[in-house]
Structures are given as structure tokens and as C-alpha cells.
């Protein structure tokens, strides 16, 4: 996620299946504005019980699937 994203960008960056299905069965009235608040805040949840992990650059914070990366052949260093 870029820090400077417009809103677009954001909502687009977080517009992943399983967040979707997670926020739609559990928040099913949230405008588009809270349900994309409510996604990033599931992934900063899911990082600090250890879930995915999270790496802070100068310009974004990215958030990845360890387990998710090692299948699909990328680096994990």
C-alpha cells in the first residue's frame, strides 16, 4: 500500500477475494470508505498475531502471505 495512493488506488490494492468475502460476511452494511478501512485494519490484525508478514519500505507498507510466496516461486528474504 503507497502511502500516497489516491483513493482509487487504495480501494483497488485492497480489492483481494478473501478480504472481500470476510468484510462482506461480517460487516455487510459498510460503505465502500469503512469496508476499505476495515480491510486494511484485518491485515494489520492478521500481522500482529503472526499471520502474514509485514515490511515497511520509505514509500509503502506490504503485506504478504510467507507460505503464500513460497508456492507461487517468489523470493522470501
Not at 480501494?11 to 470476510?22: G, Q, S, Y
Not at 500482529?48 to 503464500?68: A, V
Request: with cysteine.
Amino acid at each position: 500500500l503507497l502511502d500516497e495512493f489516491s483513493t482509487n488506488e487504495y480501494e483497488k490494492a485492497l480489492d483481494v477475494d478473501p478480504l472481500n468475502d470476510f468484510i462482506k460476511s461480517h460487516f455487510p452494511k459498510g460503505t465502500t470508505e469503512s469496508k476499505s478501512f476495515l480491510k486494511e485494519m484485518v491485515l494489520w490484525a492478521l500481522c500482529e498475531y503472526n499471520q502474514i508478514n509485514k515490511s515497511r519500505t520509505e514509500l509503502s507498507t506490504d503485506f504478504n502471505d510467507l507460505f503464500g510466496n513460497l508456492l507461487d516461486g517468489d523470493s522470501v528474504d
